[in-house]
T-cell receptor
Framework: GQSLEQPSEVTAVEGAIVQINCTYQ??????LSWYQQHDGGAPTFLSY????GLEETGRFSSFLSRSDSYGYLLLQELQMKDSASYFC????????FGKGTRLHILP | DAGITQSPRHKVTETGTPVTLRCHQT?????MYWYRQDPGHGLRLIHY???????DKGEVSDGYSVSRSKTEDFLLTLESATSSQTSVYFC????????????????FGPGTRLTVL
């Protein structure tokens, strides 16, 4: 079967660092992607990890451990505009989206 | 912007009526997808297409049909709308991620908010 787990909500302070974890179980696996969605908007692509390790894109980094079926999204120097929902999406024969993690940022 | 538009953007309809949502893309992408998004469920795949007249079911396809007679248009039809189909519907297309030929990044349209009374 397929399963995907990520926290439903996370709260952090402006300027801080936050990590959003994702564990998955899929039939076949190619890689793990992350999407961001602001309220009322459409999901937008953030990153993709095909291999184990850390990929950095500006303030955002994404990590994958294929052996642990685990990944995380790391957001640094949090800004108020980072308040959004974040979806991990492992790719098997199709992309599977999780239920998303709502990130609240406090000033 | 991958040139994706959805119409209508908002629609209110009554139970039992047919509804068709349209997704239009301008950049000749082969893969197109329909998702629905509901609180507590995230994004769920309804149907997808891998070419003209080539479609397949996703995880929540019951009550929905699709058609793709032209590359640029992917239509989602609710033959007889029910209140459980009240949702936000997103269309998406795929593009290859540079350096990752095995992965197709998805670009989403702006969404259609459908209310079935």
């Amino acid at each position: 079967g397929q399963s995907l787990e990520q926290p439903s909500e996370v709260t952090a302070v402006e300027g801080a660092i936050v990590q959003i974890n994702c564990t998955y179980q899929t039939s076949g696996f190619y890689g793990l992607s992350w999407y961001q969605q602001h309220d009322g908007g459409a999901p937008t692509f953030l990153s993709y990890n095909a291999l184990d390790g850390l990929e950095e894109t500006g303030r955002f980094s994404s990590f994958l451990s294929r052996s642990d079926s685990y990944g995380y999204l790391l957001l640094q120097e949090l800004q108020m505009k980072d308040s959004a929902s974040y979806f991990c999406a492992p790719r098997a024969d199709k992309i599977i989206f999780g239920k998303g993690t709502r990130l609240h940022i406090l000033p | 912007d991958a040139g994706i538009t959805q119409s209508p953007r908002h629609k209110v309809t009554e139970t039992g009526t047919p509804v068709t949502l349209r997704c239009h893309q301008t950049e000749n992408h082969r893969y197109m997808y329909w998702y629905r998004q509901d609180p507590g469920h995230g994004l769920r795949l309804i149907h997808y297409s891998y070419g003209v007249k080539d479609t397949d079911k996703g995880e929540v396809s019951d009550g929905y049909s699709v058609s793709r007679s032209k590359t640029e248009d992917f239509l989602l039809t609710l033959e007889s709308a029910t209140s459980s189909q009240t949702s936000v519907y997103f269309c998406a297309i795929s593009e290859v991620v540079p350096g990752h030929l095995d992965y197709n990044e998805q670009f989403f349209g702006p969404g259609t908010r459908l209310t079935v009374l």
